[in-house]
């Protein structure tokens, strides 16, 4: 497990931006010394947000696109090219303007896919593939991923995993279907915290006012049942991406001065 470190942003755009430059960095970095990347996508307006800022980036072009692995961390269970799955927007934001390889873009199942309207099958059959790409070297059946996005939900949920549900209590499983989530569409695929746990670095984004009190909550040591967020850290490395106004509740000491 590793320790929490905060990156404290101006705002939101000037936090994306910054993301959006970090990952270039650790994907070009990964793909010098392995060869390949792999990435984990969250979905959501600072998700997608670093997905545009990315796009617009000129060093997005020292990626290798062919060369990396992009996963998800949760997607709604939606029909496929439904405007609201996260695989949807971000072909918008970003996919659909880089020379990536689709056999390396592992989009979760839809309910007018193989499995139908099936959302426990579709999680088994995307904790399948999660394990053909894990090798030897990895930890356990998931690939070791390079870096893993999550979202933080003003109740602390990250990717759909939600306080107290079922989901955020999976031990075992990968990838698990959610059912009754509290924030539509009720029906969701999800990966799991040690799913999550298996990437080097995990990085969560949160801005705006409303994301201020979850933020406070979850690096408070809170309980990750209580707390999804507290509960999803990276082996090597746990980065929190904020603006001022989601750190606004957080102690000073917590963090660094802003950026400019």
Do not use: C
């Not at 979905?43 to 696109?65: H, V």
């Not at 698990?176 to 799991?192: E, I, M, N, S």
């Not at 690096?219 to 999803?232: F, K, N, T």
């Amino acid at each position: 497990m590793s320790t929490p470190q905060l990156v404290v942003h101006r705002d939101k755009e000037l936090m994306a931006q910054a993301a959006a430059a970090r990952l270039i960095t650790r994907i070009v970095d990964a793909q010098a010394s392995r060869g390949q990347a792999s990435v984990v996508l969250t979905g959501g307006r600072n998700g997608n947000g670093l997905l545009a800022a990315l796009a617009a980036a000129p060093a997005r072009d020292a990626i290798d696109w062919s060369r990396l692995d992009l996963w998800w961390g949760d997607e709604r269970f939606l029909p496929e090219g439904d405007p609201d799955r996260n695989v949807t927007q971000a072909r918008e934001a970003l996919l659909d303007a880089v020379p990536l390889d689709p056999k390396r873009v592992h989009a979760m199942p839809a309910p007018d896919g193989p499995h139908g309207t099936d959302v426990d099958a579709a999680a088994a059959a995307y904790a399948e593939e999660l394990a053909r790409a894990a090798g030897p070297e990895n930890h356990g059946s998931v690939p070791t991923f390079d870096v893993l996005m999550l979202g933080v939900g003003p109740d602390t949920h990250v990717a759909s995993l939600f306080p107290e549900l079922p989901a955020v209590r999976e031990t075992e499983r990968t990838v698990v279907g959610v059912h009754g989530a509290p924030k539509p569409p009720p029906t969701r695929v999800t990966l799991t915290l040690p799913a999550i746990r298996a990437a080097r670095e995990v990085w969560l984004l949160a801005a705006g006012e409303d994301k201020a009190q979850a933020a406070a909550i979850a690096l408070s040591g809170a309980g990750e049942i209580q707390a999804p967020a507290a509960g999803a850290y990276g082996r090597a490395r746990t980065l929190w991406l904020l603006d001022m106004a989601a750190a606004s509740q957080l102690p000073r000491s917590l963090y660094p001065p802003a950026s400019p």
